[in-house]
């Protein structure tokens, strides 16, 4: 359990630090609400008729859900870099299935034209 204890420091502490920034925020921030706080923010720009009761398009928000998605590869590449001599052939098979299967779902969204930007 003692090599667990600095790791629970941390995440204590971490919880502490932000539960405290949200609190004192709230204690400390202006309490002064006018309407173009409450309003959404457009970047800048004013909102028309047809965003607002508009659909909005979501092709920005699944490329970037993409690129979290293969971007995760690389997590599990490291761990399997640092132990390949010790994994042998079982490790290098098992990579070569995990590689061929996000290959698999990288062609299909290829395909689909999800990485197209119109």
């Not at 359990?1 to 204590?12: C, S």
């Not at 998605?69 to 761990?79: A, K, R, S």
């Not at 299967?101 to 999800?114: E, H």
């Amino acid at each position: 359990m003692e090599l667990y204890t600095p790791v629970l420091v941390l995440a204590a502490l971490a919880a502490l630090f932000a539960v405290g920034s949200v609190a004192m925020s709230a204690l400390t921030g202006p309490a002064r609400y006018n309407r173009a706080k409450l309003d959404s923010y457009e970047c800048g720009i004013e909102p028309t008729p047809q965003a607002i009761g508009g659909r909005f398009p979501v092709k920005y928000y699944i490329t970037a859900m993409l690129f979290i998605v293969f971007d995760i590869e690389i997590i599990f590449l490291y761990p399997w870099a640092v132990y390949f001599d010790q994994m042998s052939w079982f490790g290098l098979i098992e990579m070569v299935v995990f590689i061929a299967t996000v290959f698999v779902a990288y062609a299909y969204v290829w395909r689909r034209g999800g990485l197209d930007w119109d």
